[in-house]
């Protein structure tokens, strides 16, 4: 069955320096999307992405984050300058469409420490 | 987006029925509603997904009242392998279809 997936399962990084988290999501997939999860609390929408640009963003998608879809297999999430904060599980999904019918599958997340 | 409200947990005897219910009263008419679950950190896993119907699927059941301010997610015959949080998610019908996730149901399946 096919799968997103995410490397790397575990990243760490002093703060103030870029990363980036890469996801190939599923292959016939148009609609791209990042989440994450503090430790402890809920799963948060961080931004959605089709046609090479970004759909929709929230407010905790900053000047500090950006995305890219280098190639046609992957997606990429950055972050320019890492702060404490920014240490949490990041998800990457991928769904048929934007429309709610189709379902987002969901990868297995990339686990970002920040010291 | 529609606000869903779910019992923060519930336990399970393995074996039986696993009834987790879902009020989402402020729903549109063109409002998906779906469920997932969250297995430790692991990214969230699709369960099941509808707009009125019941709807049936290898992994559970979901019914969705008539007026469509509530629904039920069944899991047929529990296992310990089904302790998770189960997430009730309304999804917007626009072209970006992002996920709200709320709280959810912390499912307690015990021998």
């Known amino acids: 069955e096919p799968e997103v997936t995410q490397t790397p399962s575990h990243q760490v990084t002093q703060m103030g320096q870029e990363v980036i988290l890469r996801c190939v999501p599923i292959?016939?997939?148009?609609?791209f999307y990042w989440y994450r999860q503090i430790l402890g609390q809920k799963v948060e929408f961080l931004v959605s992405?089709?046609?090479?640009?970004?759909?929709?963003k929230s407010e905790i998608f900053d000047d500090q984050f950006s995305v890219e879809r280098p190639d046609g297999s992957n997606f990429t999430l950055k972050i320019r300058s890492t702060k404490l904060e920014d240490s949490a599980m990041y998800f990457c999904?991928?769904?048929?469409?934007?429309?709610?019918?189709?379902?987002?599958?969901f990868g297995p997340g990339t686990r970002l420490t920040v010291l | 987006d529609a606000k869903t409200t779910q019992p923060p947990s519930m336990d399970c005897a393995e074996g039986r029925a696993a009834n987790l219910p879902c009020n989402h009263s402020?729903?549109?008419?063109?409002?998906?509603v779906y469920w997932y679950r969250q297995i430790h950190s692991q990214g969230p896993q699709y369960i099941i997904h509808?707009?009125?119907n019941n709807e049936t699927n290898e992994m559970a059941s979901l019914i969705i009242t008539e007026d469509r301010k509530s629904s039920t997610l069944i899991l047929p015959h529990a296992t310990l392998r089904d302790t998770a949080v189960y997430y009730c998610?309304?999804?917007?019908?626009?072209?970006?279809?992002?996920?709200?996730f709320g709280d959810g149901t912390t499912l307690t399946v015990k021998p």
């Open positions: 999904a991928s769904s048929e469409s934007g429309f709610s019918y189709n379902e987002q599958f």
């Open positions: 292959s016939n997939h148009l609609y």
């Open positions: 992405f089709y046609n090479n640009e970004i759909s929709e």
């Open positions: 402020t729903i549109s008419g063109n409002e998906y």
């Open positions: 509808g707009l009125k």
């Open positions: 998610i309304v999804r917007r019908t626009t072209n970006a279809g992002k996920s709200t």
